[in-house]
C-alpha cells in the first residue's frame, strides 16, 4: 500500500505557463535599462523570488541600484506582469493539470499549492482552479527561499500530513532540491536532463496517474 495521502503543486510552470510573462515583464525592464534578456537567463530566475531575480538581472546588466530604486524596479515589473496575468483565462491550465488535480481529490487525496509567487491567488483565481486545493502556501506567507523546504513544509503542515506522505510537483531544480530537503517525493515537470534528483521526471501533468504516483 502506498504511503502517498499529499501532493503539493508548484504553479509556476507546473499548472500554469506565467513563465512566459515573468520574461516579457523582466526583459521589458531589462530593455528600459539598456540591456536584453535572453530566454535562456529566464530559466536561471524559475523558482526565484520577485526580489532575488531583479538583482540577478542588475548583476547581469552590469548595473548597480540603491535599495530604494530596487524596490521601484520590481514595483514596475510587477505592474505589467500583474497587467497580463489579469487577462489569463481557464484555458491556460497546462494539460492534464486540472483533470490530475480532480483525480487526486477523488481519490482522497490532500492538495495544497506551494510557489513562491505573491500572485498566486490571483492566478488561481482567472484560471478558475482555486477551489481544487486545500491549502495555498505562497510568497505571501514564506520567507525562506527554494531550496529551502519551508513552503512546501508548511503546505504538509497545514494539510496535517507529515513530510514522508507527500509529492511536490515542481519545474524548477530548486523546487525539486526543496522538496528532497523536507524529507518529500518529488515529481520533476520538464527535462530528465535538469530535474535528474527528482524521484520521477515528467514533461507535463497530462503524463501523470494515480498509478504512478502510487509507484513513488
Ligand atoms: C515563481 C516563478 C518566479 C517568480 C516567483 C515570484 O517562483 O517561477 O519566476 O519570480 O514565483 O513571483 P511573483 O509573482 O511574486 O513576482
Ligand atoms: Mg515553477
Redesign the pocket.
Known amino acids: 500500500m502506498s504511503t502517498i495521502r499529499a501532493c503539493i503543486f508548484?504553479?509556476?510552470?507546473?499548472i500554469v505557463d506565467t513563465?512566459v510573462y515573468h520574461y516579457k515583464a523582466w526583459r521589458r525592464l531589462a530593455n528600459e535599462l539598456g540591456f536584453d534578456l535572453t530566454e535562456k537567463d529566464n530559466e536561471k530566475l524559475?523558482?526565484v523570488s520577485r526580489v532575488r531575480s531583479l538583482e540577478l538581472i542588475l548583476q547581469w546588466g552590469g548595473l548597480t541600484k540603491t535599495k530604494e530604486e530596487q524596490e521601484a524596479l520590481a514595483a514596475q515589473k510587477n505592474d505589467w506582469y500583474v497587467d497580463m496575468i489579469n487577462r489569463m483565462t481557464p484555458d491556460e491550465i497546462l494539460p492534464g493539470a486540472k483533470a490530475f488535480l480532480i483525480a487526486c481529490r477523488e481519490a482522497g487525496l490532500k492538495t495544497a499549492l506551494g510557489?513562491a509567487s505573491k500572485n498566486s491567488g490571483t492566478i488561481l483565481d482567472k484560471v478558475g482552479i482555486a477551489g481544487l486545493f486545500d491549502a495555498v502556501i505562497d510568497g505571501n506567507k514564506v520567507s525562506k527561499p527554494k531550496p529551502d523546504p519551508e513552503v512546501f513544509l508548511k503546505g504538509a503542515e497545514e494539510l496535517g500530513m507529515p513530510p514522508a506522505m507527500c509529492v511536490v510537483f515542481?519545474?524548477?531544480i530548486v523546487?525539486v532540491e526543496a522538496a528532497k530537503n523536507g524529507g518529500m517525493k518529488a515529481v520533476g515537470v520538464g527535462s530528465p536532463d535538469v530535474l535528474y534528483e527528482a524521484d520521477l521526471v515528467i514533461s507535463g501533468l497530462n503524463e501523470m496517474s494515480l498509478e504512478k504516483l502510487y509507484l513513488l
Do not use: R
Open positions: 508548484d504553479l509556476d510552470g507546473v513563465a524559475k523558482g510557489s515542481e519545474d524548477a523546487g
